[in-house]
C-alpha cells in the first residue's frame, strides 16, 4: 500500500522559508506527479503547484510564483516544496498528493501545519 | 483563473439524496471530462471520490456519482448516511495546465 509521509509541525517567522517534504513510502515515484495543496485555517483547498519526478518539469499557481519551488529527489522517492519569504497567509496545513495523470490525485500525505509568525 | 464556484452548504436527512453543484469558467470544466471530487473530514487528509467527471475509484461507496453538463459538475450522495458528513471539493484540471478547486460544500446531515 503506498503512503505519503510528510514533514512535521514547522514554526516560521515571517520572512522566513519553510521546506516540507514528502516520502513516498511501499513504492517508488515511478511515471506520478506530485502536486502541493494547501488549507488554511477556515478556507478551502488551494492548488500551489505540481512536479514531475520524472523530468523534473513543474507548474506553479501564479499566486506564489517566484516564491516557491518543487523538486524531488528519485534515489530517496522524496519530493520537497520550498516556499519563501512566508508571510502570516502563508499559514496552512500543505499536503502533498500523487496522480498517474494530473487530472485527479489519489495518495495523500497526512498534511503538515505551517504557522507562520509575526 | 477564478475558483470554481461551489454552494457553500447543503444539507439532508438520512436516506436522502442530495447533490453539490460545481460551475466553471471557459477554458476548465466545459473544456475537457477532467473534473475530480474530494471528500475533506476535519483532521484528515483528502479523499478522492470521483475523477475524470464519473469515475469511482476503488473502494468508494456506490453511493458516490457524479455527472457534468456543459459547464457545471455535479456530485450526488445518496443514501445519506452521518459518515458522509464532510466538505466536499471539486476539481479541475485546465487548458494552461494547472488545477482548479472549487471553495467547498459544506454537507450537514441533519
Known amino acids: 500500500q503506498v503512503q505519503l509521509v510528510q514533514s512535521g509541525t514547522e514554526v516560521k517567522t515571517s520572512g522566513a522559508s519553510v521546506k516540507v517534504s514528502c516520502r513516498a513510502s511501499?513504492?517508488?515515484?515511478?511515471?506520478?506527479?506530485i502536486t502541493w495543496v494547501r488549507q488554511a485555517p477556515g478556507q478551502g483547498l488551494e492548488w500551489m503547484g505540481w512536479?514531475?519526478?520524472?523530468?523534473?518539469?513543474?507548474k506553479y499557481a501564479q499566486k506564489i510564483q517566484g516564491r516557491v519551488t518543487m523538486t524531488t529527489q528519485r534515489y530517496s522517492n522524496t519530493a520537497y516544496m520550498e516556499l519563501r519569504g512566508l508571510r502570516s497567509d502563508d499559514t496552512a496545513v500543505y499536503y502533498c498528493?500523487?496522480?498517474?495523470?494530473?487530472?485527479?490525485?489519489?495518495?495523500w500525505g497526512q498534511g503538515t501545519l505551517v504557522t507562520v509568525s509575526s | 483563473q477564478s475558483a470554481l464556484t461551489q454552494d457553500a452548504s447543503v444539507s439532508g436527512s438520512p436516506g436522502q439524496s442530495i447533490t453539490i453543484s460545481c460551475t466553471g469558467a471557459s477554458g476548465d470544466i466545459d473544456d475537457n471530462n477532467f473534473v475530480s471530487w474530494y471528500q475533506l473530514r476535519p483532521g484528515k487528509a483528502p479523499k478522492l471520490l470521483i475523477y475524470d467527471v464519473s469515475n469511482r475509484p476503488s473502494g468508494v461507496s456506490y453511493r458516490f456519482s457524479a455527472s457534468k453538463s456543459g459547464n457545471t459538475a455535479s456530485l450526488t450522495i445518496s443514501a445519506l448516511q452521518a459518515e458522509d458528513e464532510a466538505d466536499y471539493y471539486c476539481s479541475s484540471y485546465t487548458n494552461s495546465r494547472t488545477v482548479l478547486f472549487g471553495g467547498g460544500t459544506k454537507v450537514t446531515v441533519l
Open positions: 498528493a500523487r496522480g498517474w495523470t494530473l487530472n485527479y490525485f489519489d495518495i
Open positions: 511501499g513504492s517508488t515515484f515511478g511515471d506520478n506527479y
Open positions: 512536479v514531475s519526478p520524472n523530468n523534473a518539469d513543474t
